[in-house]
């Protein structure tokens, strides 16, 4: 399988702050289709999941643009542009390239 | 708007039998692929098991491949999943999940219900 490794694991932010999230895999997410297929999700506290970012780069609709997607390959950055309060919560990354989809650890933001 | 409601959740003990569904409204339920995604208390996400949208194609995680079986009836808007010889680490809030394409994965989840497998 393959093996997402999201770092930090907790990261606390001051209101306002810009936050960044890694996400690596252990193969290329480089799909036969020409697409890396690499998402993120937002799970903030009590809630279900729900997708922010596809294919690495494409927010989802209403999604804000303080949050944005980069990377190619193996290495990847979720990042928030200047964090709200409305932001707390935890990040997943998938990779939907190889069976089975598997998801990072998470990454737990929180406000200081 | 879509919703996706889980029912079938609850307390089993270890080798018991459960049988989770999901009701799917909102959208054209024979478009999209279905999965079963789930959250073991105070964990991450493991993604159990899908099937497309016909139901011709369908995955399972080693984790529970040959103890559970997935369905669909594109008739009823409903999703299954049957879970036999559950185990303690079966213990997690499960997730009916619907997407147009997997690898993008979920578009829309549900709110979940709790199966716990204890003595």
């Known amino acids: 399988d393959v093996v997402m490794t999201q770092s930090p694991l907790s990261l606390p932010v001051t209101l306002g702050q810009p936050a960044s999230i890694s996400c690596r895999s252990s193969?290329?997410?480089?799909?036969?289709?020409?697409?890396?297929?690499l998402n993120w999700f937002q799970q903030r506290p009590g809630q279900s999941p729900r997708r922010l970012i596809y294919?690495?780069?494409n927010r989802d609709s209403g999604v804000p643009d303080r949050f944005s997607g980069s990377g190619s390959g193996t290495d990847f950055t979720l990042k928030i542009s200047r964090v709200e309060a409305e932001d707390v919560g935890v990040y997943y990354c998938?990779?939907?390239?190889?069976?089975?989809?598997?998801f990072g650890q998470g990454t737990k933001v929180e406000i200081k | 708007q879509v919703q996706l409601v889980e029912s079938g959740g609850g307390l089993v003990k270890p080798g018991g039998s459960l049988r989770l569904s999901c009701a799917a409204s909102?959208?054209?339920?024979?478009?999209?692929?279905m999965s079963w995604i789930r959250q073991a208390p105070g964990k991450g996400l493991e993604w159990v098991s899908y099937?497309?949208?016909?139901?011709?194609?369908?995955n399972y995680a080693d984790s529970v491949k040959g103890r559970v079986t997935i369905s669909r009836d594109n008739a009823k808007n409903s999703l299954y999943l049957q879970m036999n010889s559950l185990r303690a680490e079966d213990t997690a809030v499960y997730y009916c999940?619907?997407?147009?394409?997997?690898?993008?994965?979920?578009?829309?989840w549900g709110q979940g219900t709790l199966v716990t497998v204890s003595s």
């Open positions: 998938m990779q939907g390239t190889h069976w089975p989809r598997t």
């Open positions: 294919k690495v780069s």
């Open positions: 193969q290329s997410l480089v799909h036969s289709d020409g697409n890396t297929h």
């Open positions: 909102g959208f054209t339920f024979s478009d999209y692929y």
């Open positions: 099937i497309s949208s016909s139901g011709s194609t369908i």
């Open positions: 999940v619907s997407g147009v394409n997997s690898r993008w994965g979920p578009d829309y």
